[in-house]
């Protein structure tokens, strides 16, 4: 990721509800941003700034299921 740039990823309610999709977005990210917890996907924080932007999960998905902010820091 570029430096002084930041994501924050949101995950649809409808993927939420998709636990064998929800396996396929945890498997498909190199970098372990995801994980399934009671069978619900959620986002392992402390890797959050590894993302690569490399949109794995999303090709697994669709954008409206995975939505990749980009958040560009003002310095
Ligand atoms: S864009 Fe790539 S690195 Fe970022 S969360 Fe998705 S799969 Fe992981």
């Not at 924050?8 to 190199?30: F, G, Y």
Request: net charge negative; charged share 30%; aromatic share 6%.
């Amino acid at each position: 990721m570029p430096n002084g740039m930041f994501i924050d990823i949101k995950i649809s309610n409808k993927l939420k509800k998709d636990t064998e999709l929800s396996k396929q977005v945890v498997e498909s990210c190199p970098v372990d941003i995801f994980a399934l917890e009671n069978e619900e996907i959620g986002i392992n924080m402390e890797y959050i700034d590894e993302c690569t932007l490399c949109n794995l999960c999303i090709n697994v998905t669709s954008k409206e299921d995975i939505q990749i902010i980009k958040i560009y820091e003002n310095n």
